[in-house]
């Protein structure tokens, strides 16, 4: 065999590398596409949703604490609540309060009492 011979065959094979290396490449690009088109799909869908005060996504069964706190009955302290999606508002044992007057954390609930906010986002 000649050294022109191997060389040929060398480039031969590393053509075939690079058409298979490609046909991978566009599977994959094709298949990041989709993702892409799922997610800004996702974000749209998730910018629709009610926010707590501190911006989170309001979805049916989230616990949220509210900014104020409120005593039940025998004079306990609510600190947290369930968000009913048929009225729209968050159920607090017998009392309700609009999901954008409550936390997603009972941390930032504390931080937003303790800087005597009026339903801003606390500062992080």
């Keep these: 065999?000649?050294?022109d011979y191997v060389s040929g065959l060398r480039i031969a094979r590393l053509r075939g590398l690079l058409s298979d290396a490609n046909a991978t490449f566009s599977k994959f690009e094709a298949e990041l596409t989709g993702l892409r088109a799922k997610l800004a799909?996702?974000?749209a869908t998730i910018a629709k949703l009610?926010?707590?005060?501190?911006?989170?996504?309001v979805v049916p069964g989230i616990i949220v604490w509210p900014l104020h706190e409120l005593e039940d009955e025998l004079g306990g302290e609510?600190?947290?609540?369930?968000y009913d999606r048929n009225t729209g508002d968050v159920e607090l044992d017998g009392d309700t309060a609009a999901f954008s007057t409550c936390y997603s954390t009972q941390a930032a609930a504390e931080a937003a009492r303790t800087e005597g906010s009026d339903g801003a986002t606390p500062h992080g």
């Design 1 to 3: 065999m000649t050294e």
């Design 41 to 43: 799909t996702a974000d």
């Design 50 to 57: 009610p926010k707590t005060a501190d911006g989170v996504p």
């Design 78 to 82: 609510i600190r947290m609540g369930l």
